[in-house]
């Protein structure tokens, strides 16, 4: 097992999101070596604390005893590969999870968000766009715990699908659907506006804090996968344009 660390601090990962400016942990699990120095310098040098893993199950140990705030994590690995590691990790506690694959396969991808992943990226991949990820996944767990503490209820009702924003639950029919960090937001962005048709473009700025059209793939890849949590009649897409959560009119409000 191949762990490195830039500091002896092992305080909580609750505790590091309630302190402004703490840094935070990321795991980087990849068993090529040259990767795994270049992407641990990285996120480094942008003020991570870093260690990293080289096979599933030192993945595995070192996410239960290091608790990171991210993973970053490649598909393919010696001991169990990455699917694995995501579901092994996610039994554990929710932690959101940046998967790494060499195929630009979109059947590869939504096995990963399937189990758990909350974003992709291909191989090869621009340092500076994974830093840049990394922020938005970090950022989306800061709002998530926010909105957690706040005092205000916010359930949606639209038909049998039954949104809990403050406890980010999802129910359709009376069942509990697990959705990721992810598809949670990604829901709540097209369930604020329902009927309304969302560009991908929207989507990307508002779920993930993108500016550009780079990541329309991204989009798609998690609709499908949302698809198949919440049944896939519930989003229409309109080609050219984007998708829109349908809902019986008229709509309830968030209450």
Not at 3 to 25: D, K
């Amino acid at each position: 097992m191949d762990h490195r660390n830039t500091t002896q601090s092992h305080g909580g990962t609750a505790a590091a999101a309630a302190t402004p400016g703490a840094q935070r942990r990321i795991l980087v699990v990849e068993d090529d070596p040259t990767i795994t120095e270049a992407v641990a310098a990285r996120l480094r040098a942008e003020g991570f604390q870093v260690r990293t893993a080289g096979d599933g199950p030192a993945a595995v140990e070192a996410a239960e005893a290091w608790q990171p705030d991210l993973l970053v994590l490649d598909v393919m690995l010696p001991g169990f590969d990455g699917l694995e590691v995501c579901r092994r990790v996610q039994a554990q506690r929710p932690v959101p999870v940046l998967m790494l694959t060499a195929r630009d396969d979109e059947t590869d991808m939504l096995v990963g968000l399937g189990v758990g992943a909350d974003d992709y990226m291909t191989k090869p991949f621009s340092m500076r766009e994974l830093v840049a990820r990394a922020h938005v996944l970090l950022r989306r767990v800061e709002r998530a715990t926010i909105a957690a503490a706040s005092p205000r209820s916010g359930t949606l009702r639209l038909g049998e699908l039954e949104i809990d924003n403050a406890q980010r639950r999802v129910r359709v029919s009376g069942r509990d659907v697990h959705l990721t960090p992810t598809e949670f937001d990604l829901l709540v962005c097209l369930a604020n506006s329902p009927r309304a048709v969302l560009s991908r473009e929207q989507l990307l700025a508002e779920v993930w804090d993108w500016a550009d059209a780079s990541g329309t793939r991204t989009v798609d890849s998690h609709i499908k996968a949302l698809r198949r949590k919440i049944g896939a009649e519930r989003i229409r897409t309109v080609h050219g344009v984007g998708y829109a959560l349908e809902a019986p009119a008229p709509a309830s409000d968030w209450a």
